[in-house]
């Protein structure tokens, strides 16, 4: 029983643990880190051989340095097949598979999967929101399952 928890954090904290793919700075400040604009990659952690990278706008400055800075709410994503396709069990039609605190505490960066029964196609939106009021502005990207392989939904 413990090794089988052990492997269900193990999967889960994939997503947890974006891997830094690289950053670039787009504003210089004279104390603190620079404003950047970061990628990260999220490999999903229910679908093995896909990969989603995410690109997004990481504060800096004092605040920035301090965790105090509220990032902005413009984020994109890509998602592509980098391997064989394993889905490890039925997924749900809709599951938030990542999120991220972008605030010190009322905002975070969000990763929600979507399956396309009739295309059989995994369906990715990024979009942040706060406890109160959240952004329109979002990011989709699909990556597309071999017909010859159904994708298992849980009824």
């Known amino acids: 029983m413990k090794r089988i928890l052990a492997l269900a954090l193990l999967a889960c904290s994939a997503w947890v643990h974006a891997e830094s793919i690289g950053e670039v700075d787009t504003v210089f400040k004279f104390i603190g880190p620079d404003h950047k604009i970061v990628i990260d990659a999220h490999d999903d952690p229910k679908v093995a051989g896909v990969t989603c990278y995410v690109s997004r706008a990481k504060m800096g400055g004092i605040k920035g340095a301090l965790g105090l800075a509220e990032d902005r709410s413009e984020a994109s994503i890509a998602c ?33 999967r979507m399956v396309d029964v009739k295309r059989n196609t995994l369906v990715y939106l990024t979009y942040s929101d706060r406890v109160i009021e959240g952004s329109p502005q979002n990011s989709v990207t699909a990556v597309a399952v071999d017909r010859a392989k159904r994708i298992p939904v849980k009824d």
């Open 80 to 112: 592509r097949q980098v391997g064989p396709i394993t889905i490890s069990g039925p997924l749900p039609i809709q599951e938030e598979v990542f999120s991220e605190r972008i605030s010190l505490i009322f905002k975070k960066l969000r990763i929600v």
